[in-house]
């Protein structure tokens, strides 16, 4: 996929240059051709973004390395993005998380990604500039979160107590 309407700079030698701001996002969608687009769009937003196809490839992938913003798609086989979210959540990962989604926009889907702390939401389809803008707003400093802000009840079915879950990572 090419996306020739964000070159990049040019440096006053006349070679190309990207800005990169060293943000790590790890892109969670079955569908590679989105994941595609989301990795090589937030490229040109100077992230750093690597890409897997299931919320178990996500979890390991946070197991193994450091990322600072989460984008997930709502459904996928095998575990929607709430899922991936609430056993995030359970192993004290709290970076931001994005949501995107083909589905209608809810008030049962909004309640939902408000209770598990999503930043934004974001419609498929939606534009380079949407999908960079809602990155830079997601990674804008915040407070902690108290660990009374993670309710049992957003957990239900889920096995574990998450009253002693390390906060590793901010929201």
Do not use: W
Request: hydrophobic letters at 45%; one cysteine or more; glycine letters at 8%.
């Amino acid at each position: 996929m090419n996306l020739e309407l964000y070159p990049e700079a040019m440096t006053e030698t006349g070679t190309l240059e990207q800005e990169t701001n060293h943000y790590r996002v790890l892109v969670v969608d079955d569908e590679e051709t989105m994941r595609e687009f989301a990795v090589e769009a937030l490229a040109h937003g100077g992230y750093q973004a690597t890409a897997v196809d299931s919320g178990a490839a996500a979890l390991m992938a946070l197991r193994a390395e450091h990322y600072d913003l989460v984008l997930t798609d709502f459904n996928m086989p095998n575990g929607t993005g709430s899922d991936l979210i609430i056993k995030m959540h359970l192993e004290g990962f709290m970076m931001p998380v994005i949501m995107m989604t083909g589905a209608a926009l809810t008030k049962e889907l909004m309640t939902l990604m408000s209770m598990l702390h999503v930043g934004c939401v974001l419609q498929k389809p939606f534009g380079i500039d949407e999908l960079i803008h809602a990155a830079e707003r997601a990674l804008q400093p915040t407070q902690e979160m108290p660990a009374t802000m993670v309710h049992p009840e957003m957990v239900s079915g889920v096995e574990g107590d998450i009253s002693n879950i390390p906060h590793k990572r901010r929201f």
